[in-house]
């Protein structure tokens, strides 16, 4: 394995904008694919990390207090088992954290989810794209409509398999927690560690804010990573993460930024989550992120 570890941009969130600690800035920021951002000191991360501890787990036996965040695996509405692949993970958009997710984990996503918009805004404003035309362009998720996904991670290390495929998330923007390391970026032809900071969530650009800004000046490049297989070790716990994303509609058109600063329909969205999810996982669940229909519960 590599000795090598990525070097990113920080950035914090002050007065409604987003501020760079780092020389590089946005623009290097934009190059990079991903840079860390700063947790807000208002927002308690403590309820996803009990999720991620707990959601795999049978709801009974189990304190009471555990329950709401137990018994999600037979919950295939919003359960997702990648069979080859470590992780399992909830996956829920916003109808479905309401519906299903404890309130303070819901609070928690509101809270990253508004992170991921003003990255977003703050992407768009410094790319240059007139305002005029983000609705457009975002199908909506500049303001807070789109597909907002939440997801909740744990990594089997029973499982001698690679953690999580290799990928470009699909959307425009992600905001990711972690703990510990495993998670490895493709730089020049070489999988290089990213390494959780303390104190910061990091920022991840998906592919469709890679698509709309391909014939732009200062395109985004759309970070292509994956989870290392992770193993056990004494006295540490299993791998976990949870993140918000920031995606267009299930239905509907990608957009690309013309040479004229005109919007271009490019490609539907639903071809391109199908085609992501086939040759991503490879398994059952193709229409994840498709469909729209309100999923089923289970509880055990």
């Not at 020389?23 to 009990?50: R, W």
């Not at 807070?144 to 089997?156: D, K």
């Not at 470009?168 to 703990?179: A, M, Q, R, S």
Request: charged fraction near 25%; aromatic fraction near 10%.
């Amino acid at each position: 394995m590599t000795t090598k570890e990525m070097t990113l941009q920080r950035a914090r969130t002050a007065s409604g904008e987003l501020v760079f600690e780092t020389g590089g800035g946005l623009s290097q920021a934009l190059q990079d694919g991903c840079f860390y951002l700063a947790i807000p000191e208002d927002i308690d991360l403590e309820p996803g990390k009990l999720l991620c501890r707990q959601f795999y787990r049978p709801a009974h036996p189990g304190s009471p207090e555990l329950r709401p965040y137990r018994g999600f695996r037979r919950n295939d509405g919003i359960y997702f088992d990648r069979e080859y692949y470590q992780t399992e993970h909830i996956l829920a958009d916003g109808p479905a954290r309401e519906k299903y997710l404890p309130p303070d984990v819901v609070a928690l996503c509101e809270r990253m989810t508004s992170l991921a918009l003003l990255v977003l805004t703050s992407t768009l404003t410094g790319l240059g794209i007139d305002e005029a035309v983000w609705e457009k362009v975002t199908g909506g998720a500049v303001g807070g409509g789109g597909t907002q996904w939440f997801a909740a991670s744990h990594y089997r290390p029973e499982r001698h398999q690679l953690g999580c495929a290799p990928h470009k998330d699909t959307g425009f923007v992600t905001v990711l927690y972690i703990e510990q390391d495993g998670l490895e970026s493709s730089v020049g032809g070489e999988w290089i560690p990213i390494a959780p900071l303390p104190g910061y969530f990091l920022v991840n650009f998906g592919g469709a804010t890679e698509l709309l800004t391909a014939r732009m000046g200062r395109p985004v490049q759309a970070i292509l990573h994956r989870v290392r297989s992770c193993v056990t070790e004494p006295a540490r716990e299993d791998r976990f993460s949870f993140a918000v994303f920031a995606n267009p509609p299930a239905t509907g058109d990608l957009y690309q930024m013309s040479e004229s600063g005109e919007p271009v329909a490019v490609r539907g969205v639903e071809e391109f989550l199908r085609d992501f999810n086939n040759e991503t996982w490879s398994d059952r669940h193709t229409d994840f992120g498709i469909t729209t229909t309100a999923p089923g519960e289970v509880h055990d």
